[in-house]
């Protein structure tokens, strides 16, 4: 009964469904919109959902996922941290018959062993970072050397947009120079902290690539405090598109933001009414993105989701 009072219910006629959701932490603007997405998502679905934070650390994240596979849960999704190391717990929920579905980050895994990916082409955003940068340089001449600060070690964004930036500067930019790259873990105080030491050791650098928003948006902080421009000094491109890398973008601090869309949520929960319902889904269902000049961004942040 408590179920036919329920309008939606997640199949449209069955029992409530439950999704267990592991996420990543809190590391980032990007994280909270995502996470927020999810849950308003569900909440729209009539799917309950059980939602845990892993803090960044993968022990976590699998605990998480036995934890689901102990409540036998209808599905599991999660955002993995790193992209290494989950085929033992990811064979313990096909052997419990729980579907898995990935969201935003990639596994090094079997492919058997999950339904299907709702997340970014990380690559194809290094490679848009890139083609920004030329952009953000037009005509100007002189060394082009690049401070990169890398997302979460060993995570499928940092990996992959390491990839697709390289990717550009080996086939048409061998005046390109990468003279520092770090890992500033995709929060706000990493980028900080690796960005003042990066212009102690290289102060010739001129650009910065920074794999998120919220590293560049800790970075300029640094270069403020050492007495340079942001965005004049050091060109700045980065990776999101949060609202306040679009407000940085507003002052002139951030050249260009190659977007990420965070809100994932709507597609997930479709997802997983279809992988219920048997229905066949796609492998890896991509999110539409753009590119943004810091011209753009005035215009454009109104319009903004996140
Ligand atoms: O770019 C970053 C977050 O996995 C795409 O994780 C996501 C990344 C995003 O911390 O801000």
Not at 2 to 29: D, H, I, R, Y
Not at 48 to 54: G, I, R, T, V
Not at 123 to 130: H, K
Request: overall charge neutral.
């Amino acid at each position: 009964l408590a179920a036919c009072g329920k309008k939606n219910n997640g199949t449209g006629g069955g029992k409530t469904v439950t999704l267990g959701f592991s996420q990543v932490g809190s590391e980032s603007g990007w994280r909270s919109a995502n996470t927020t997405s999810i849950k308003d998502a569900a909440g729209a679905a009539g799917i309950n959902l059980k939602f845990s934070d892993a803090q960044q650390k993968q022990e976590n994240q699998i605990q998480a996922i036995r934890d689901y596979i102990t409540q036998k849960v209808d599905v599991i999704s999660f955002s993995p941290v790193v992209s290494s190391g989950w085929d033992t717990v990811l064979k313990e929920a096909k052997a419990a018959k729980i579907p898995v579905i990935l969201t935003d980050r990639q596994v090094d895994a079997d492919a058997s062993l999950w339904v299907s990916l709702v997340g970014s082409d990380f690559e194809a955003e290094g490679e848009r970072a890139a083609h920004l940068l030329e952009k953000v340089l037009g005509q100007s001449s002189g060394p082009v050397n690049i401070a990169v600060l890398e997302g979460t070690t060993g995570s499928a964004p940092a990996t992959q947009r390491a990839a697709g930036f390289k990717k550009v500067m080996d086939a048409s930019h061998p005046e390109w120079k990468i003279v520092a790259s770090q890992t500033g873990n995709f929060t706000r105080d990493g980028g900080k902290q690796v960005m003042a030491a990066f212009l102690q050791s290289h102060p010739e650098a001129n650009v910065l690539f920074a794999h998120n928003d919220d590293m560049a948006l800790g970075a300029i902080q640094s270069i403020q405090a050492a007495g340079r421009k942001p965005g004049t000094d050091i060109k700045i491109v980065s990776i999101d598109g949060v609202h306040d890398g679009f407000v940085a973008m507003t002052q002139g601090q951030i050249n260009a933001i190659a977007e990420c869309n965070p809100l994932l949520g709507p597609q997930l929960m479709d997802t997983v009414k279809k992988v219920l319902a048997k229905q066949s889904v796609e492998k890896w269902i991509k999110t539409q993105e753009s590119d943004f000049l810091a011209a753009d961004a005035a215009s454009a942040l109104p319009n903004r989701k996140y």
